[in-house]
């Protein structure tokens, strides 16, 4: 399902829309993985939206052990293959998995940011965008389309915009995209269930809020390609593993079994 063209259009602009790759069954998995996730949140869970939002932004991280469904998709579906075939490596290691649901009306925004610096690993990594249902554009996340190519930024805390991973200064800002709009190529569509936004780590990315009548229930599924490697971070990284330093050096392979080979099987 992912072609020279979408191939492409990945290595140039970062990002890729790959149309009807979750079959009706993985979807309906991930509706009641979702479902479980929000009925038993986990201490990763977190509230992302202020709290007179009229809406709800919720998000849920590393459920893929304990919520079969998730785990199912995110190991044994089509997505690491895509993933692998992307990012031109040879094989596709599964990273972690990030529930967020935006319920109708939420007005919260995410702001523009690159995953990148928030994680423990260097090397190339590629986000599966999964969403259970309909995102009309106005919904959907925007890219700056080729970001990737550049450095990268630093990283803030998405609601009051502190330098809590990396010192002021240190890396590049992420410019004031939103001052002047047309002076980026900024990327969005419309996504209907089935169809995946693929998009690298270090693209500079956003998503507008939810003014829809329905909610917006996405998984997000992270891969790492061949060459990537442990990063140990002097602090708590997004989303944290407790005690992984003690049992992988510095610059390591990620060969753990919190984060297994997921493609070739």
């Known amino acids: 399902m992912v072609d020279d063209a979408a191939v492409e259009a990945y290595a140039r602009d970062g990002v890729v829309v790959v149309r009807g790759i979750v079959s009706p069954a993985e979807l309906a998995a991930l509706e009641a993985g979702v479902d479980r996730v929000l009925a038993e949140p986990s201490g990763r869970a977190n509230v992302a939206s202020a709290g007179d939002d009229p809406g709800c932004f919720i998000e849920d991280f590393c459920r893929w052990q304990d919520v079969e469904e998730i785990g199912q998709v995110a190991l044994r579906s089509a997505l690491p293959e895509a993933a692998a075939t992307l990012m031109d490596s040879m094989s596709a290691r599964f990273y972690h998995d990030h529930a967020l649901v935006k319920e109708a009306g939420t007005t919260q925004r995410?702001?523009?940011?690159?995953?990148?610096?928030?994680?423990?690993?260097?090397?190339?990594?590629?986000?599966?965008?999964?969403?259970?249902?309909?995102?009309?554009?106005?919904?959907?996340?925007?890219?700056?389309?080729?970001?990737?190519?550049?450095?990268?930024?630093?990283?803030?805390?998405?609601?009051?915009?502190?330098?809590?991973?990396?010192?002021?200064?240190?890396?590049?800002?992420?410019?004031?995209?939103?001052?002047?709009?047309?002076?980026?190529?900024?990327?969005?569509?419309?996504?209907?269930?089935?169809?995946?936004?693929?998009?690298?780590?270090?693209?500079?990315?956003?998503?507008?809020?939810?003014?829809?009548?329905?909610?917006?229930?996405?998984?997000?599924?992270?891969?790492?390609?061949?060459?990537?490697?442990?990063?140990?971070?002097?602090?708590?990284?997004?989303?944290?593993?407790?005690?992984?330093?003690?049992?992988?050096?510095?610059?390591?392979?990620?060969?753990?079994?919190?984060?297994?080979?997921?493609?070739?099987?």
């Open 110 to 265: 995410t702001p523009w940011h690159q995953d990148q610096p928030y994680y423990n690993v260097t090397g190339r990594g590629i986000s599966a965008w999964v969403p259970i249902d309909e995102v009309p554009k106005g919904g959907s996340p925007e890219f700056w389309a080729g970001s990737h190519l550049g450095p990268w930024r630093l990283p803030r805390t998405f609601l009051d915009q502190r330098a809590k991973w990396f010192p002021e200064g240190s890396l590049a800002e992420i410019p004031d995209i939103e001052g002047d709009r047309s002076t980026y190529d900024i990327r969005q569509w419309q996504l209907s269930p089935g169809d995946v936004l693929f998009f690298s780590f270090q693209s500079v990315h956003s998503a507008p809020g939810f003014p829809f009548g329905h909610r917006r229930r996405v998984v997000s599924f992270r891969y790492l390609s061949a060459e990537a490697r442990h990063a140990v971070r002097p602090w708590p990284t997004s989303p944290d593993f407790p005690g992984l330093a003690d049992e992988l050096e510095d610059g390591a392979p990620m060969d753990h079994p919190l984060f297994p080979i997921a493609w070739p099987r």
